[in-house]
Nanobody, 129 residues
């Protein structure tokens, strides 16, 4: 199984960029579908992006499409989220997650929190206006 820890969060001005990382200390993530979710105070956790275990397939939430890029380096056991053109609405705690499930073209399926078995503790991103 994986053991995930996120890093790279912080305070940034609107329009700025951040790069989040998620490292698997168990070095097992190459077998998992990996994803980023976020949660604002008082709101449910929401899907951001997901990446297939290999081959480069990805899905994005409409709210981040064109601004965020998910990538993974299985050799380094690390998942990334490059965030650009940040907006105050992107302020949230960001979590990486891992799932043993078949890849589908359905974003609604791939973005279901209940399908992800492993989660990191999260990293806070705050975007000031």
């Amino acid at each position: 199984q994986v053991l995930l820890v996120e890093s790279g969060g912080g305070l940034v001005q609107a329009g700025g960029s951040l790069r989040l990382s998620c490292e698997d200390s168990q070095r097992a993530m190459s077998s998992y579908t990996m994803a980023w979710f976020r949660q604002r105070p008082g709101s449910e956790r929401e899907f951001v992006a997901t990446a297939r275990w290999s081959g480069g397939d990805t899905h994005y939430a409409d709210s981040v499409k064109g601004r965020f890029t998910i990538s993974r380096d299985n050799d380094k056991n690390t998942l990334y989220l490059e965030m650009g053109s940040l907006e105050p609405e992107d302020t949230a705690r960001y979590y990486c997650a891992a799932a043993r499930m078949a890849w589908t073209s359905s974003i609604s399926t791939m973005g279901r929190t209940g399908l992800y078995q492993y989660w990191g503790p999260g990293t806070q991103v705050t975007v000031s206006s």
